[in-house]
């Protein structure tokens, strides 16, 4: 079992920018991939971002050029850097752990509303 933890989440204007963190239960030096999902009212879960174990990462089209994901290994953390936020990002973000030939884990988590 792994444990994830997300932060950062909240209000947000249009424009601005937020932090979210996700704290991981074990060792992420090793695991395949780490990224972000989200979900949107009355849509379905989607890819956000992701950073694989050698650092390649992929994006969303809409999240291309605004957010930025990272990865620490030292403190077993991937953060997802948004800038330039946009009302349509409004969703739960959740953070996800994935491991070779295992089901992915995810967090509980975390409310980013973007609205004035």
């Known amino acids: 079992q792994v444990q994830l933890v997300e932060s950062g989440g909240g209000l947000v204007q249009p424009g601005g920018s937020l932090r979210l963190s996700c704290a991981a239960s074990?060792?992420?030096?090793?695991?395949?991939?780490m990224g972000w999902y989200r979900q949107a009212p009355g849509e379905q879960r989607e890819l956000v971002a992701v950073?694989?174990?050698?650092?390649?990462?992929n994006y969303a089209d809409s999240a291309k050029g605004r957010f930025t994901i990272s990865r620490d290994n030292a403190k077993n953390t991937v953060d997802l850097q948004m800038n330039t936020l946009k009302p349509d990002d409004t969703a739960v973000y959740y953070c996800?752990?994935?491991?070779?030939?295992?089901?992915?884990?995810w967090g509980k988590g975390t409310l980013v509303t973007v609205s004035s």
């Open positions: 950073i694989l174990s050698d650092g390649n990462t």
């Open positions: 996800y752990c994935r491991r070779l030939g295992a089901l992915p884990y």
């Open positions: 074990t060792n992420i030096f090793s695991v395949y991939a």
